[in-house]
């Protein structure tokens, strides 16, 4: 019997790719896996009730509001520091935790991590995923569907075609090693909201596909 692989989610916002993983995990289709649990660094994200929906424990931990970063600080060191300072105890807080995690899925988690953070995470063999609404080096950042939706309605969208990605995460922001894609064709007189509701549809599906590749990843080399 293969150990259960320990999942922890990272979100900003509304959280309906943290319930498709929680769905997916409690259904065996990510097998022989938990959440552990949720961080969010927005108080008020509504993964935060998803959470407490399924008993996942949860915990809000943010850059100015847990006191690193004050909110009017401008000089760029300082800001550069206390991003360092916010990543290192994070990463602290996820290796101390008694529930320390083999693979961490970023769901919307909308904060660019440091090698204050990746560095002893990767250290300790934790996997990070990420799901990214463009195809790989495109769109890199935020706004990715509505930058894509501005091309295509300036006939600039190669094949009128975007995308969707979950990868492995590196500093370089959206360009670790990609695990699946998806490309999504954006229909003549689609309104935005449109394209975004069938992205997430399709985000929901890959983000499970792409967890449970990693988990039979994971059990395999524990099983070694
Ligand atoms: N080092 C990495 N960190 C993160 C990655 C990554 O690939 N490498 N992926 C992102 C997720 N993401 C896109 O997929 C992403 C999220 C947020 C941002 C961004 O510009 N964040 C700003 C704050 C923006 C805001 O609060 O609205 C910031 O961190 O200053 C870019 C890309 C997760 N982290
Ligand atoms: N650059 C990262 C990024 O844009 N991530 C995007 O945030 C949304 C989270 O939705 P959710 O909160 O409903 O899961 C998803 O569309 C995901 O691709």
New binding site residues.
């Given amino acids: 019997m293969a150990e259960t692989c320990r999942i922890l989610v990272m979100?900003s916002?509304?959280?309906?790719?943290?319930q498709a993983l929680i769905d997916a995990v409690g259904d065996g289709r990510i097998p022989q896996s938990r959440i552990m649990g949720l961080i969010v660094n927005r108080g008020k994200a509504y993964?935060t009730k998803r959470a407490e929906q399924h008993a996942i424990h949860w915990e809000y931990f943010n850059l100015i509001s847990n006191g690193f970063q004050p909110k009017t600080e401008r000089d760029p060191e300082k800001l550069r520091e206390a991003r360092n300072s916010y990543d290192a105890a994070l990463a602290k807080k996820i290796l101390d935790s008694d529930t320390r995690p083999d693979l961490i899925v970023l769901?919307?988690w909308?904060y660019i991590f440091g090698s204050r953070f990746l560095n002893p995470i990767s250290a300790q063999g934790i996997k990070i995923i990420?799901?990214?609404?463009a195809l790989p080096g495109k769109y890199d950042?935020?706004n990715?569907i509505e930058r894509a939706f501005e091309d295509f309605e300036a006939g600039k969208l190669e094949n009128n075609k975007t995308g969707?990605m979950v990868h492995y995460v590196i500093e370089q922001v959206?360009r670790g090693e990609t695990i699946l894609t998806r490309e999504i064709e954006i229909h003549q007189g689609e309104a935005l909201d449109q394209l975004k509701e069938r992205?997430?549809a399709n985000?929901h599906q890959l983000i499970v596909e792409a967890a449970a590749l990693v988990v039979k990843d994971i059990h395999a080399s524990k099983s070694q």
Avoid: Q, W
Wanted: glycine share 18%; no cysteine.
């Fill in positions: 979100a916002g509304n959280g309906s790719n943290f993964a769901a919307g909308m990420n799901l990214h609404p950042g935020t990715a969707i959206d992205i997430h985000e």
